[in-house]
């Protein structure tokens, strides 16, 4: 089975390919993509969808799961920021459906988050690069900022490479898809018994 989780935003869109095969969860491909932000809406939704279209044939999932949008942030994003992030949402969503015939599978952050906690606490958008890779048992694929020469930018208070952002939204596309392979495993559980 493979499983593609996808972030999608206005800004950034994370993108996951885990497969499962005798219980095993493996994660196969991660990258995130950048929606043009020059254009007018219907340009930067149609490369967008272009892109995910692409990326669709590529990856060729069985299943795509989508991190659903958080409709109200009290003290959060404004409407306009709000529309925005749920067009681009929706145009991703959409071109899932037409490559897969049938409705990505939309989860909460909620509901993700916690079926991927480890403990108590709630795990913020920072902590979730180091949740997945404890999951996966791997050490988290991360992303370094670089100049335009190639060269490693540094963080100024650590001095050490700087991650870029970039980084959770990807981390966000695979908690998406390992909390769906989660819930499956809890369904196939129950059905058993």
Do not use: W
């Not at 989508?66 to 992030?85: D, N, V, Y």
């Not at 067009?87 to 969503?93: D, E, I, L, S």
């Not at 991650?163 to 196939?188: H, P, Q, R, T």
Request: with cysteine.
């Amino acid at each position: 089975m493979r499983i593609l989780g996808l972030d999608a935003s206005s800004t950034t869109i994370g993108i996951s390919l885990l497969s499962t095969k005798d219980g095993k969860v493996t994660l196969e491909h991660q990258e995130f993509y950048k929606p043009p932000k020059e254009g007018s809406i219907f340009e930067r939704l149609s490369a967008t969808k272009s892109f995910i279209k692409q990326k669709l044939e590529q990856l060729k999932p069985d299943e795509i799961v989508i991190e659903e949008i958080i409709q109200f942030l009290k003290g959060g994003s404004g409407a306009k920021t709000i529309i925005l992030l749920a067009v681009f949402n929706r145009t991703v969503g959409l071109t899932c459906y037409e490559y897969l015939g049938k409705e990505p599978i939309m989860m909460n952050v909620m509901r993700i988050r916690h079926k991927l906690k480890f403990d108590k606490k709630f795990p913020a958008k920072e902590d979730m690069p180091e949740i997945v890779a404890k999951h996966l048992n791997i050490d988290f694929p991360y992303y370094y900022a670089q100049d335009k020469k190639g060269n490693a930018k540094l963080d100024k208070k650590t001095g050490k490479n700087k991650v870029m952002i970039e980084n959770f939204d990807v981390a966000d596309s695979i908690a998406v898809g390992l909390a769906y392979i989660l819930v499956e495993k809890e369904k196939a559980s129950k059905q058993c018994k």
